[in-house]
C-alpha cells in the first residue's frame, strides 16, 4: 500500500465527514430557510461554538501554518509584532465593544451603513468586502494546495480544485451553520497539526533551550541590523502593520457575523476569551517555536535563504517531509487540509454573504424568503469559484495579507466608525468608501511597480508598504470632501 494511497484516503475521509455533517444540517430542516436563519445559524451559537470558530478561521494554513511561521524565520521573535500582537489587540476590542456592536442589531458592515445612510451605501460597501475575502480564501486555497499537492502526487491546480470542491458542496448544503460546525472538527485537528510541528522542530534539534532559539532568531536573514531582536522587523514597519491590521481588522466582517450570531452578549464575550487563548498558542507560541527551530534546522547563508525553503513558504512540508514518520505525516496532511478548509469556508461565506445579502437581497425585496435562500446557497458556491480563480493567480502571501488587510483599513473602517458620529453625512461616507478602495489599489500598483521610488521617504519605501499609508489618506480626503460640499 504507497503511502500516496493513504494520504489519499485521509483526504477522502476527511472530505466525507464534513460533507455528511453539511448534508445532515440541510436534510433535517423541513423548509427552505430565510436569510436570517441560512447566515446568522439562527442567531443561537454557545461562546464555545463562536470562539472556536474564529479561532479556525485565523489558525489557517496561509496565516498561522506559512505565513507565520515564514515571519518568525524571517525577522526571529520580533515577528510577534507583524501579526500576533495586532491580533490579541483586536480581539480585546471586539471583547470590549461586543454589547455595544450587537446593539446595533446589524448583521453585516453593509446593513449596518445601510440603516444610517441608505441602501446606496449598503450597496456600495460590499463590493471591497468582496474583493478582500475573495483574496484571503484564494490565498488559502493556494497555501493550503502547494502543501498538500506534492503529498496527493497531483498538480497543483488540482489540488486547489479538490479543496475549493469539498468546501463548496458542504457550504452550500449547510450554510454558516455548517461553516461553524465543521469548524469545530478543524480547530481540533488544525491545533493538533501546529502543535505536533512545534514538537517535531524541537525534537529534530534535539530540544535547544531558551537561549540556542534565541541564538537562532538573531541570525534571522531578514532582521533589521542594529536593532534589538524584539524589534528586528524595524519600527517603521511595525508601526505600518499596526496601521494596516488594527483599524480594519477591529471591524473585520467574520468576528463581527460570529459575534452577531452568538445567544447574548456573555456568550459573544465569552468567545472571544477563548479565541485570545487559543491565539496566544496557536497563532503565537507554536509557529514561534517552529520557526526559531527551522532557523537552526534550514539557517540562512550570509543572509541568503536555502533555495530549498521557497523564501520560507514550505517550511511545514520540509519537516513532514524530512522529520516525520509516514504515519505522522498522513495525520498532519488531513490536519493541512482541516486548516485550509475551516479558513476558505469562513472567508467564502464572507463573500457569499456581501453579494447575496448586501448587493442583491435590497434589490429584490419582493421575492419569497425562500426565493432568496436559495439564491445565498447558489452565492456560497459561486464564492468558492470566486475564490478558486484567484488561487491560480497567486504568488505572495506578503502582499495579499498586507494589501487585504489594508483594504479593511483603508476602506471600511472610517465609514463603520461614522456610524457612530451624529453629523456624518451620506456624501461623506460614500466618498469615503471610493477614494479609500480605489486609492490603495492604485498607490499599490504605483509602489510595487517602483513609480514612488524617490517619492516616498526612504523609511517609508523601505517598509513595502507605504501605499496603506497613502490609501488611508486618500480615505480621509474623501471623507474631508463629503463634509466640505454637505
Request: aromatic share 14%; proline share 5%; glycine share 8%.
Amino acid at each position: 500500500m504507497s503511502i500516496t494511497f493513504l494520504y489519499w484516503l485521509a483526504f477522502i475521509s476527511y472530505s466525507a465527514l464534513v460533507i455528511g455533517l453539511g448534508i445532515t444540517i440541510y436534510r433535517k430542516r423541513t423548509e427552505e430557510p430565510d436569510t436570517q436563519s441560512f447566515w446568522a445559524a439562527g442567531r443561537n451559537l454557545s461562546g464555545w461554538s463562536s470562539g472556536l470558530s474564529i479561532s479556525a478561521g485565523m489558525m489557517s494554513v496561509s496565516w498561522s501554518c506559512v505565513y507565520g511561521v515564514q515571519l518568525f524565520y524571517w525577522y526571529g521573535l520580533g515577528a510577534v509584532w507583524l501579526l500576533v500582537l495586532p491580533w490579541l489587540i483586536t480581539i480585546g476590542g471586539f471583547y470590549m465593544f461586543a454589547p455595544l456592536f450587537r446593539k446595533l442589531n446589524a448583521f453585516s458592515q453593509p446593513e449596518l451603513l445601510g440603516k444610517r445612510f441608505g441602501s446606496r451605501t449598503r450597496q456600495l460597501l460590499a463590493p471591497p468586502l468582496i474583493a478582500v475575502f475573495i483574496v484571503w480564501a484564494g490565498a488559502e486555497i493556494y497555501a493550503a494546495g502547494l502543501l498538500i499537492a506534492p503529498f496527493l502526487n497531483v498538480s497543483l491546480p488540482t489540488a486547489l480544485f479538490l479543496i475549493a470542491l469539498v468546501v463548496a458542496v458542504y457550504s452550500y448544503t449547510g450554510g454558516f451553520e455548517a461553516v461553524v460546525s465543521t469548524d469545530k472538527i478543524q480547530f481540533a485537528l488544525v491545533a493538533l497539526f501546529i502543535t505536533i510541528m512545534a514538537g517535531i522542530g524541537l525534537t529534530a534539534t534535539d530540544f535547544p533551550g531558551l537561549s540556542r532559539l534565541l541564538d537562532a532568531g538573531s541570525q534571522a536573514p531578514k532582521a533589521t541590523a542594529g536593532l534589538p531582536q524584539l524589534f528586528s522587523p524595524g519600527i517603521a514597519l511595525i508601526a505600518l502593520t499596526f496601521m494596516a491590521y488594527l483599524p480594519g481588522w477591529i471591524v473585520e466582517t467574520d468576528i463581527w457575523i460570529r459575534m452577531q450570531a452568538a445567544k447574548s452578549d456573555a456568550e459573544a464575550r465569552k468567545a472571544m476569551v477563548i479565541t485570545a487563548g487559543n491565539s496566544m498558542l496557536f497563532v503565537g507560541l507554536m509557529p514561534l517555536l517552529t520557526g526559531l527551530t527551522a532557523l537552526l534546522l534550514y539557517p540562512p547563508v550570509d543572509g541568503v535563504i536555502p533555495a530549498k525553503l521557497e523564501d520560507g513558504a514550505v517550511i511545514f512540508s520540509l519537516f513532514m517531509a524530512e522529520h516525520a514518520p509516514a504515519w505522522l505525516a498522513i495525520l498532519l496532511g488531513t490536519g493541512l487540509v482541516a486548516a485550509a478548509m475551516s479558513t476558505v469556508d469562513t472567508c467564502s461565506n464572507i463573500v457569499a454573504l456581501s453579494f447575496s445579502y448586501d448587493l442583491v437581497e435590497p434589490a429584490l425585496e419582493e421575492r419569497s424568503p425562500q426565493w432568496l435562500g436559495r439564491f445565498a446557497r447558489f452565492a456560497s458556491v459561486g464564492a468558492v469559484a470566486a475564490a478558486f480563480i484567484y488561487a491560480l493567480f497567486t504568488d505572495s502571501l506578503w502582499d495579499i495579507f498586507y494589501l487585504s488587510s489594508g483594504i479593511l483599513t483603508t476602506t471600511i473602517f472610517l465609514p463603520v466608525i461614522a456610524v457612530f458620529r451624529e453629523n456624518t453625512n451620506v456624501r461623506q461616507v460614500q466618498l469615503s468608501v471610493v477614494f479609500g478602495f480605489i486609492g490603495t489599489l492604485l498607490f499599490y500598483y504605483l509602489e510595487s511597480r517602483g513609480y514612488l521610488t524617490g517619492i516616498e521617504p526612504q523609511w517609508l519605501a523601505d517598509t513595502q508598504v507605504g501605499y496603506i499609508l497613502l490609501g488611508f489618506l486618500s480615505s480621509l480626503l474623501g471623507f474631508l470632501l463629503g463634509w466640505k460640499g454637505k
